[in-house]
């Protein structure tokens, strides 16, 4: 949901209640936002290195490991799970999800998209550990991107680790801006 500083997500996971994206962090919004956030699992995502935030948290914040604004043009191209997986997309409540199931119906890699406008936005793409160095990290993202385009977004945009960066670039996905992730993990007071 659109906020003056950026967006709130409503993520509703243990240790992950909502996120709130900066994409222009100042300190007298961070002192804003954090004198008035009070519940722990709340996470702000900022446009900023972590060295340029940590002077700007209050105590009770925890910066988490670096991360990467990441975006794209959408093209689609053909994508085909590889022998031994099959390719399940679902859409619910604006929410697409590509799953790549072994031939057990075991999920081997998974991610998920939403788009707002002519935006594709990127979450949750990840692969099992016994299925990783597979290609099956590319063939989710292919799918998503397909089902992106085929939704009207021709651009796309997602927060990378360090670890998933290296594949999204191989895709033609560009560094935005670096991440910088802080969560409260206590009540403040």
Same mark, same amino acid.
């Given at each position: ?91 619910? #409540?604006?929410? !697409?999800? &590509?799953? @790549?199931?072994? =031939?057990? +119906? ?70 935005? #801006?670096?991440? !910088?992730? &802080?969560? @409260?993990?206590? =009540?403040? +007071?």
């Amino acid at each position: 949901m659109p906020e003056p500083w950026g967006y709130r997500v409503d993520v509703g996971l243990p240790g992950h209640l909502v996120r709130h994206v900066l994409p222009a962090p100042t300190p007298a919004l961070i002192q804003h936002l954090t004198g008035t956030i009070t519940a722990p699992g709340t996470w702000l995502k900022l446009c900023a290195p972590a060295d340029l935030i940590a002077p700007w948290l209050p105590a009770g914040w925890d910066i988490e490991p670096p991360e990467f604004m990441m975006t794209a043009a959408l093209r689609p191209e053909p994508v085909k799970a590889p022998a031994g997986y099959t390719t399940a997309v679902t859409t619910r #409540s604006g929410v !697409t999800v &590509a799953r @790549l199931l072994t =031939a057990a +119906g075991e999920m081997a890699a998974r991610g998920q998209l939403a788009v707002a406008g002519r935006t594709a936005v990127v979450d949750r793409v990840e692969t099992a550990p016994g299925h990783r160095r597979r290609g099956l990290g590319s063939v989710v993202m292919r799918t998503l991107t397909a089902a992106a385009h085929a939704a009207g977004a021709t651009g796309g945009v997602l927060v990378a680790t360090p670890e998933g960066r290296a594949l999204y670039e191989r895709l033609g996905w560009r560094l935005h #801006s670096p991440m !910088t992730a &802080a969560v @409260l993990r206590s =009540a403040s +007071g």
